[in-house]
């Protein structure tokens, strides 16, 4: 089966839903936050990652449906966690250039939360540079701004592997940049100098900054020490099922 009839399966048959991976103050070790991740259910083999179905993301039609439908299933989840009065922070959701395309995209998303009655304070959108390839800058600006107008943040993802970047931050208002686990992960200075420019660089445009990939000790303390603001990584957890966020708070506080 070719991946897009994969992902078409996953979507006609309900087997999509979000892991979720916390994200951590470095300076206090606790949960801000959450970053909704892609899965679908395998009736045989289990759990499987976005990688599974990467080319739907660059599908026009599938990009937007998996888009909307990891929308619906993390609002429904965040509906929940806000009635049981769990103190989960910031949700943040990925978005492909792709679901960027469409003018109406922001105010769908928020319409959507309103359904819902989830406050938009509480949802983050992560976005790739490739948002900024594939659309005209006026058109970016418009969504980000109307979002940003609404309450939800945004998160610059993959930071440092894309394209222009540097000028995209004096263009666009951005809240987060995250610092691609490439760089967090390799031990080279040279990957080091990389993560605290990026660092320097958020701390100089009031941008805070989240390191990704971070899994062992030394490298939270060392992020620590270089004055990055938080963390993602197997080291604090893997990402995880809705049903065990309530969880990894309950441990947490
Ligand atoms: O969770 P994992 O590390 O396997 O994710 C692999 C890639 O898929 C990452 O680049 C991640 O940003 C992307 N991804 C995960 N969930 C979503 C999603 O809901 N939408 C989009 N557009 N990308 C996602
Ligand atoms: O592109 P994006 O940053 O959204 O992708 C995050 C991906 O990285 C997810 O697929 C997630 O499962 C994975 N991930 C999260 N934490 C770690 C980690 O500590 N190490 C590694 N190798 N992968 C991680
Ligand atoms: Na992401
Ligand atoms: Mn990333």
């Not at 289990?46 to 599974?52: D, E, H, I, L, M």
């Not at 959108?125 to 594939?134: A, H, N, R, S």
């Amino acid at each position: 089966l070719s991946m897009l009839s994969i992902a078409r399966d996953a979507l006609d048959r309900d087997l999509i839903l979000p892991y979720y991976q916390p994200k951590i103050d470095l300076r206090t070790g606790r949960i801000v936050g959450f970053e909704a991740l892609l899965r679908w259910n395998h009736a045989g083999r289990g759990v499987q990652s976005p990688a599974t179905i990467a080319v739907a993301f660059d599908d026009p039609e599938l990009a937007i449906a998996l888009g909307e439908r990891m929308q619906e299933k993390v609002i429904a989840d965040v509906r929940g966690w806000c009635e049981r009065g769990l103190d989960f922070g910031r949700v943040a959701i990925n978005a492909s250039a792709m679901e960027f395309r469409n003018a109406d995209f922001a105010i769908k998303l928020i319409a959507r939360l309103a359904a819902f009655g989830v406050p938009a304070t509480n949802i983050e959108l992560e976005i790739t540079e490739g948002v900024f390839l594939d659309n005209s800058d006026a058109h970016v600006r418009r969504i980000i701004t109307t979002l940003r107008d609404a309450g939800i943040t945004i998160a610059l993802d993959d930071f440092g592997t894309g394209y222009a970047s540097l000028a995209h931050l004096k263009q666009f208002p951005v809240d987060v940049l995250k610092i691609d686990r490439s760089f967090v992960d390799a031990p080279s200075a040279s990957d080091w100098t990389i993560v605290r420019a990026i660092i320097g660089l958020g701390k100089g445009l009031g941008i805070k900054t989240v390191a990704e990939g971070i899994e062992t000790i030394e490298r939270r303390d060392a992020l620590l020490n270089d004055g990055c603001d938080f963390g993602q990584g197997y080291l604090f957890s893997a990402p995880v099922p809705a049903a065990a966020v309530a969880d990894l708070l309950e441990a947490d506080r």
